[in-house]
């Protein structure tokens, strides 16, 4: 796999795996990173993966607390990832680097789509009981790249519709949608062709292709929608941690914001990278209300990693 050529393999003594305490292993995580870094991520890595030593630090951290929540539940572990990034500023496109596509990893910005796609790796590495940047890297890269596979702007799974029926098609999730009392809906799908001028790499006359043929494919099936006036109704049986898509009016693109949900004192509510605060939060609203109070908001998609 591409991801191969990211990282070396560092062997870590197997006194790691003799210690319990999470700050010797944070302790020892550090200095390797702070005196090994250039040599592990030289010049071929970082042409193919973009993240500073700040970010590497974090998800080393990350990982290394989560080895007390082994006996957590998957929807348990996502919040609790999600919760670490709370406060965390909103900021959009960081993907979209000048250049051959590559694997982004910036943490002091987030927008809806890349907090819940580093939430999930994090939480996919975890469960796995794996703890280096390499695997965790492996993981973001399936989660954003069609089959995993990093093979240039078109291969990133831009429209979240394409992104869920990946997703549940390899059966990293479970679609709960109809369960709840959803229903289908055909969608067309139009909007980056339609505006290149939203995206830079749609320059290329051959990307632009690429993704008008996703488009085509895309708009020739029926996707599952639980409208908003059946949400409350739906609630209980929504899960904390479950994957919630806010599908909207807006032409041409479908799910326009994504998050994950997250029960407060009984009351269902979204723990999402917004824009009304621009930061990472949990709702002050109940997910009910947040949903009301948007009129172009047709219904959600609810999603469970398996």
Same mark, same amino acid.
């Given at each position: 796999?591409?991801?191969?050529?990211?990282?070396?393999?560092?062997?870590?003594?197997?006194?790691?795996?003799?210690? /319990?305490?999470?700050?010797?292993?944070?302790?020892?995580?550090?200095?390797?990173?702070?005196?090994? /870094?250039?040599?592990l991520f030289?010049?071929?890595?970082?042409?193919?993966?973009?993240?500073?030593?700040?970010?590497?630090?974090?998800?080393?951290?990350?990982?290394?607390?989560?080895?007390?929540?082994?006996?957590?539940?998957?929807?348990?572990?996502?919040?609790?990832?999600?919760?670490?990034?709370?406060?965390?500023?909103?900021?959009?496109?960081?993907?979209?680097?000048?250049?051959?596509?590559?694997?982004?990893?910036?943490? +002091?910005?987030?927008?809806?789509?890349?907090?819940?796609?580093?939430?999930?790796?994090?939480?996919?590495?975890?469960?796995?009981?794996?703890?280096?940047?390499?695997?965790?890297?492996?993981?973001?890269?399936?989660?954003?790249?069609?089959?995993?596979?990093?093979?240039?702007?078109? +291969?990133?799974?831009?429209?979240?519709?394409?992104?869920?029926?990946?997703?549940?098609? /390899?059966?990293?999730?479970?679609?709960?949608?109809?369960?709840?009392?959803?229903?289908?809906?055909?969608?067309?799908?139009?909007?980056?062709?339609?505006?290149?001028?939203?995206?830079?790499?749609?320059?290329?006359?051959?990307?632009?292709?690429?993704?008008r043929q996703?488009?085509?494919?895309? +708009?020739?099936?029926?996707?599952?929608?639980?409208?908003?006036?059946?949400?409350?109704?739906?609630?209980?049986?929504?899960? /904390?941690?479950?994957?919630?898509?806010?599908? +909207?009016?807006?032409?041409?693109?479908?799910?326009?914001?994504?998050?994950?949900?997250?029960?407060?004192?009984?009351?269902?509510?979204?723990?999402?990278?917004?824009?009304?605060?621009?930061?990472?939060?949990?709702?002050?609203?109940?997910l009910v209300?947040?949903?009301?109070?948007?009129?172009?908001?047709?219904?959600?998609?609810?999603?469970?990693?398996?």
């Amino acid at each position: 796999m591409a991801l191969a050529r990211f990282l070396c393999n560092f062997p870590f003594p197997s006194i790691f795996t003799l210690m /319990s305490s999470a700050i010797f292993r944070l302790l020892i995580l550090s200095v390797l990173l702070s005196s090994l /870094s250039r040599e592990l991520f030289g010049q071929q890595a970082q042409a193919a993966f973009h993240c500073s030593e700040a970010d590497q630090m974090k998800i080393m951290e990350l990982l290394a607390e989560a080895q007390d929540w082994q006996e957590s539940s998957a929807g348990e572990q996502l919040l609790a990832f999600g919760k670490t990034f709370l406060g965390t500023p909103y900021v959009a496109k960081t993907l979209e680097l000048p250049g051959p596509e590559q694997l982004v990893l910036h943490l +002091s910005g987030l927008d809806c789509t890349t907090f819940l796609e580093n939430v999930l790796a994090l939480t996919m590495t975890a469960r796995t009981g794996k703890t280096s940047f390499a695997d965790y890297l492996e993981a973001l890269q399936t989660v954003r790249y069609r089959d995993g596979q990093l093979e240039g702007y078109a +291969s990133r799974l831009h429209y979240f519709t394409d992104w869920i029926d990946s997703h549940v098609a /390899s059966g990293l999730l479970e679609e709960h949608t109809l369960q709840l009392g959803g229903e289908y809906r055909r969608q067309d799908f139009f909007f980056m062709s339609s505006h290149p001028e939203f995206y830079p790499q749609l320059r290329d006359p051959q990307a632009l292709e690429a993704i008008r043929q996703q488009e085509k494919r895309l +708009s020739q099936s029926r996707y599952p929608l639980l409208p908003k006036h059946k949400v409350a109704q739906a609630a209980a049986s929504i899960q /904390s941690g479950d994957l919630i898509a806010i599908h +909207s009016q807006v032409k041409g693109i479908a799910i326009t914001h994504v998050g994950f949900a997250s029960w407060q004192e009984g009351t269902l509510h979204l723990l999402h990278a917004g824009t009304e605060r621009m930061q990472v939060e949990i709702s002050p609203q109940p997910l009910v209300d947040y949903l009301a109070a948007q009129s172009r908001v047709l219904g959600i998609r609810v999603m469970r990693l398996r």
